[in-house]
């Protein structure tokens, strides 16, 4: 299998490829689009949701955490999870000017 080869692409095509990574799973999606909607939700809430296992939850919420699109904060034994604000406004600035570069001028030869 070869190497991504990272280092010839731009920073901000590195910077873009990751944030993608991190919403690449449909689980994600569901997760993200849960704490949206309740504006914070605790593990528990999550695995009821979405009826996936609690370890698989763990997992996406720590590549989320991870990619700094989500906080948490420890209550007793239960961890609370947010949207990240800022990571969140970065991520539409970035992706917005990604489909922004693109008219459509009708002149594509395909």
């Avoid at 990272?6 to 990574?21: G, H, P, R, Y």
């Avoid at 919403?23 to 993200?32: E, G, K, T, V, Y």
């Avoid at 370890?55 to 990619?67: D, G, V």
Wanted: hydrophobic share 40%.
């Amino acid at each position: 299998m070869g190497l991504t080869k990272s280092e010839i692409f731009t920073d901000n095509q590195n910077k873009l490829a990751s944030m993608m990574k991190a919403l690449a799973h449909p689980a994600r999606i569901a997760i993200i689009q849960n704490l949206i909607k309740s504006n914070a939700c605790v593990n528990g809430q999550l695995v009821e949701e979405l009826g996936l296992a609690q370890p698989t939850i763990s997992q996406h919420l720590k590549e989320l955490k991870n990619a700094g699109l989500i906080q948490g904060t420890i209550e007793g034994t239960s961890v609370c999870y947010c949207i990240d604000p800022k990571t969140w406004a970065q991520y539409q600035k970035d992706f917005g000017a990604l489909f922004a570069a693109y008219k459509d001028d009708e002149n594509c030869a395909c």
